[in-house]
């Protein structure tokens, strides 16, 4: 028999766990801050809480989306939070010719503020976050010229039963994130398009040289973007009933950036975790949610959920991304 004592001792992976983390950490927070929710709090998992939960974090979703994508080219999108102020501004100027059309418009306005952002990108050659913190400032600005400087109620009844309707006991909100989510996990998974997104991102300069439609691709990133973010403030509207520029989607474009790091895509670019950025938007809005329930003032959620990013950050360069 072989001298047990002097077999090696199984060393522990450290990078095995960091690796691990980096890819499966989102879940297991989430798991674990619902675990102490339903230890700790009465009715916290009941299911019309739960619905609530899920009401609120659908425009945080639908930007998020948006963002994984330019963040998935190495890119950075600050200006959804304008956007989506934009898109509720132009709702009560164009119900008059009803539902559709308004909506339409909403997102065609989204779609040409990101095609702004893309060709600033793109072809004139700014950095992101400079050409999309332009738009962030000059869109809300423009956003409450279009509403007069006022909130303005929304009557159309289409609108405001989309807000708190249901279908089979689910919020139609949640069943649009829903859609859209499995709409860009498509894209990116099985299209050319996201193949495209995810070389470009990897390597930009690579991507140029082997032929690939660089700046065509950064221009329908920050497209998409747009009109996700203008879907998100026609969804915030009709939930409020009102479109008030000065306050929709104000900071939300922290919120999404958050979301998608804490849901493991890198901010280096070359990978979109669409699944990991639904579960990072579920988790940042449970834990706020908790800590609410727990009377802890406002500045300390923040700094806990700063803390929040800085581990997700810290696994990713410790293990690699995903």
Known sequence: MADVAALPAQRFDHRALSRWLAVNGVYAALVLVLLVDGVLLDRFLSVDNLRTQLVQ??????????????????????????????????????????????????????????????????????????????????????????????????LDPTLLSFGSARTLGIPQTVLLAAVLVVVVGLVVRRTTFGRQLLAVGGNARASRLAGLPVGRTLVAVYAASGVLAAIAGVVATARLNASNPSSIGNLIELSAITAVVVGGTPLTGGRVRVIGTVAGALLMQLLQATLNQFNVPDSTTQVVQALVIVVAVGLQRSGGTP
């Open 57 to 154: 974090v659908v425009p945080i979703l639908i930007v998020a989306l948006g963002m994984a994508l330019v963040i998935g080219t190495e890119g950075i999108d600050l200006s959804v939070g304008a956007v989506m102020a934009i898109a509720a501004a132009l709702l009560p100027l164009y119900l008059g010719y009803g539902w559709v059309v308004a909506v339409l418009v909403a997102l065609v306005a989204g779609g040409l503020c990101g095609v702004l952002n893309g060709a600033l990108v793109a072809v004139v050659g700014v950095q992101p976050i400079i050409a999309t913190l332009a738009l962030l400032v000059a869109g809300r600005g423009l956003a409450i010229v279009l509403a007069g400087g006022q909130s303005k109620d929304i």
